[in-house]
Structure formats: C-alpha cells, structure tokens
C-alpha cells in the first residue's frame, strides 16, 4: 500500500475514500507546508496530494534529486504553486481538478459583480454601524447591471461559465479577450483583438485566466486605465494575475467605480490601503466554499491517485 500524504484536511468522504485505498497521513492544519515539509513530502511519501501556498518549486526539486514522491495530486484547478516543469524533470507527475470547480467559482464572479455595482459590501458595514438613517431616493446609488456589457479576461471553462450567467441572467452583452480563438462561448458573445479594447468597452470585467508567470500582473496601471471610470473589475483568477498597488491607486483616485476580489497578491495578507477603501468588496477566497463541489475536488483528485496507483492514464494531468 502506498503512503499518501494529505497536506490539509479535506471533507470526510474524501479521506475516507483515500484511506481505503492508500497508507495516509493527514496533514491537520491550514496553512501551507513550510520548505522543509516540502522536502519532507518529496521524500517520504510516495504521493501527495496538495493543494493551494504548498510551493513545490525548481528549488524544492533541485533540493530532492530522485524524489520518492511520483505525483502531485493537487486539490483544485489552479496549480501555479507547482513547478510542472521542473516535476516533470524530476520525474513526478501533477495532476489537478478542473470541471468541478466550475460552477461554483462562476457564481462567485457573479456575487462579487452584484456586491461592487450595488455597492452591497459598503451597504452593510453602514447598517452595522448603525449610521444608517433610513431610505432616500438618492442614498447609495450603484451600477444596474441588466443590459451592461461584461468583458470577460480568459474564455475557458470558468470564462464560459460566468458569461452565460451573465447573459441569460442579466441579459449583459458580452465582450471578451482569449490568447487563441474561440469558436463557441456557449452564449452570444464577441471576441475582441486585444485586451485594451475588452477593458474599454466594458463595463464590468472578469478575469479568469489561469494563474502563473505568462498572466502575472496581466492588469496592470496601463490595462487599468483602459478601463471606463465606471467600470467595475472582479478577480477570481489568481491573485497576482492583478497589479494591487495599482489597482489601490486607481480605485482611491477614482479612475475606476469599484472592484471585487476573491484572491489577492500575497494571499493571504490583504494591504491595509485595500482594506480601508470603501469601493471594493473583499472576500477570503471563497470560489469553490461549498461542501458538495470541495468534495467533488477530492474525489477527483483521488480518482487521480488510483488512476496512478493502478497504472493508467491520469484523468486530469498537467
């Protein structure tokens, strides 16, 4: 039986599904492994299953030649955390779980597009505070999202999925930027030539793209300014896929109405100028919170590890 090693604790039926299969050791703690569980993981364990901040780089890989470990079985879509290439070198594979996460990050695009147009976030710290003084007809007014017109940054799987909500929901127009063409978005939606034409026209934008040095600070001072002072930019992507101190500086400057994150830069530290603005939503990266769809990742990933354990194709390489 091979030894598995579960960096963070994942619903039960996962783990009870992994233990039935493989000698586990679970990790039962939140944050990220430290560099030296990382060694220590590459080579004590024959699999691990990881997960978002648990950095296996080209460093920790030159520091473990000949790894026992042979795959990486990551929890989650994105694994900007894992060196591919330099695993690959090393001889470990990476597999991860895309299609389950899809649905439930595409509806947190859409609660972070109805918190930023209407202002919802700002709403309830004033009722919290109790300065609220009741209803007027000029009190708080916010962006109507029906009939807008959504710039989508990335059209996969997730891109797909928040257009269609949007679209059929709202009715927004769609608009959208992708570095190769894309025959179907699933909705009636139209692919612009380059990302500054995206960012005009729109008046929400949503960045999906996957996260990594090819989309590392993607929006930018100058894609920012593309932007209409209206408009409204959501982050659902990674969180260094956006330029924060950029972002602050357009939204305290008011060259743009608001915005809506799910991650950020340094995850998990948030800068205080972030914090202390009233025009942006904030929330603790909640894109696939929901027990069903964090235990659908988990079988996923351990459909992964079997597939491996019993010699055949991963389902979800990378």
């Not at 608001?258 to 972030?274: I, N, Q, S």
């Amino acid at each position: 039986m091979r030894k598995l090693l579960i960096t963070r604790r994942l619903p039960d039926p996962v783990l009870e599904a992994a233990r039935a299969r493989f000698d586990v050791t679970l990790r039962d703690e939140t944050r990220p492994l430290s560099r030296d569980e990382i060694l220590a993981a590459l080579q004590g364990y024959d699999l691990v299953l990881p997960t978002l901040g648990d950095a296996f780089d080209a460093a920790a890989f030159a520091a473990v030649p000949g790894p026992r470990c042979k795959l990486l079985a990551n929890f989650g879509v994105g694994y900007n955390h894992i060196d591919v290439a330099a695993a690959r070198a090393a001889g470990v594979a990476v597999s991860n779980t895309p299609g389950a996460v899809t649905d439930a990050t595409a509806d947190i695009a859409l609660t972070l597009m109805l918190m930023s147009a209407r202002r919802a976030g700002e709403g309830e710290r004033l009722v919290r505070s109790g300065a609220w003084a009741g209803w007027h007809p000029t009190q708080m007014l916010g962006l109507h999202l029906s009939g807008k017109t959504l710039g989508v940054v990335g059209m996969g799987r997730i891109g797909k999925a928040i257009a269609r909500r949007a679209h059929l929901g709202f009715g927004m127009r769609v608009v959208f930027f992708n570095r190769s063409p894309v025959a179907d978005a699933g909705v009636p939606a139209t692919q612009l030539a380059t990302l500054p034409e995206v960012l005009a026209e729109a008046d929400i934008v949503v960045v999906a793209v996957p996260g990594g040095a090819g989309t590392r600070h993607l929006i930018d001072a100058a894609a920012l300014a593309a932007m209409k002072p209206t408009g409204h930019l959501i982050n659902i992507a990674r969180g260094d896929v956006v330029d924060e101190a950029a972002l602050i500086a357009a939204l305290r400057e008011g060259r743009i109405a608001g915005a809506g994150l799910d991650v950020y830069e340094l995850e998990p530290k948030v800068p205080a100028a972030l914090i202390a603005l009233e025009n942006v939503v904030l929330l603790p990266h909640l894109g696939t919170a929901a027990l069903e769809v964090r235990t659908a990742m988990g079988m996923m990933a351990v459909e992964n590890l079997i597939a491996f354990d019993e010699g055949r194709a991963l389902p979800n390489p990378v």
